[in-house]
């Protein structure tokens, strides 16, 4: 979603945002990993932008931009089942019982970025 405001003809808004789940199921399927024993993993990313710019009859233009980036990656068994270990057989290399793993991560980011520019 983006809006834009034209405030005056030398200056001008912009604002941003962007929220778009996404959940990838099966992810590490194969002939060696048995049904239980699959993941999900789920990226919900969240990004919001601010921008303002200006171009006056003066000799400089200026773009202050202001944005917050947010990732939460979640890889979990899909079964759901938490408890339970999964395993590895070193003998057939087949994964069973349950997604050996569980990751929760969130990682943030802000930004405060600006350009001036001067005319001669």
């Given at each position: 979603?983006?809006f834009?405001w034209?405030?005056?003809?030398?200056?001008?808004?912009?604002?941003?945002?962007?929220d778009?789940d996404?959940?990838?199921r099966?992810i590490?399927?194969?002939?060696?990993?048995?049904?239980e024993?699959?993941?999900?993993?789920?990226v919900?990313?969240?990004?919001i932008?601010?921008e303002?710019?200006?171009?006056?009859p003066s000799?400089?233009?200026g773009?202050?931009?202001?944005?917050?980036?947010?990732l939460n990656?979640?890889?979990?068994p899909l079964s759901?089942?938490?408890?339970?270990i999964?395993?590895y057989?070193y003998v057939t290399g087949?994964?069973?019982?349950n997604?050996?793993?569980?990751q929760?991560?969130?990682s943030r980011r802000s930004?405060?970025a600006?350009?001036?520019?001067?005319?001669r």
């Amino acid at each position: 979603m983006k809006f834009t405001w034209q405030a005056h003809p030398s200056w001008r808004a912009v604002a941003s945002y962007s929220d778009n789940d996404r959940e990838d199921r099966n992810i590490n399927a194969s002939r060696w990993v048995m049904p239980e024993a699959r993941a999900v993993n789920e990226v919900p990313p969240t990004v919001i932008a601010a921008e303002l710019s200006s171009c006056c009859p003066s000799p400089c233009c200026g773009t202050p931009t202001l944005g917050v980036y947010e990732l939460n990656d979640n890889l979990y068994p899909l079964s759901g089942d938490l408890q339970t270990i999964g395993h590895y057989n070193y003998v057939t290399g087949w994964y069973t019982h349950n997604f050996n793993n569980q990751q929760y991560l969130t990682s943030r980011r802000s930004d405060l970025a600006t350009d001036l520019t001067w005319f001669r």
